[in-house]
Nanobody
């Protein structure tokens, strides 16, 4: 059974940092593309970043230069380092995995999400 679980969310002040983790079981993330999404109340889900199985990365304009995605295949985990956080980054953050390693294919496995709140 495939399972993705996000962790690392919480409350942080503007300008602060958080590192989210996406831990997988039932699959080997080496062969998957893993993406990060977020959804704020009343807003559509937004794609933030993706890491291909070959290590190439993609970032959306809203997080480029502030967020960094990385994978640790030994830990079967993908991380999202978030720096210079802003109140508008407040949302539930989700990770998702796509078989085949390509960020442009369908993401068939999703985690339940972790809340990130940026507030003073």
């Amino acid at each position: 059974q495939v399972q993705l679980v996000e962790s690392g969310g919480g409350l942080v002040q503007p300008g602060g940092s958080l590192r989210l983790s996406c831990a997988a079981s039932g699959i080997t993330l080496d062969y998957y593309a893993v993406a990060w999404f977020r959804q704020a109340p009343g807003k559509e889900r937004e794609g933030l970043s993706c890491i291909y199985s070959d290590g190439n990365t993609y970032y959306g304009d809203s997080v480029k230069g502030r967020f960094t995605v990385a994978r640790d295949n030994a830990e079967n985990t993908v991380y999202l380092q978030m720096n210079s956080l802003k109140p508008e980054d407040t949302a539930v953050y989700f990770c998702a995995a796509a078989a085949g390693g390509n960020c442009k294919t369908e993401f068939g496995s999703w985690g339940p999400g972790t809340q990130v709140t940026v507030s003073s």
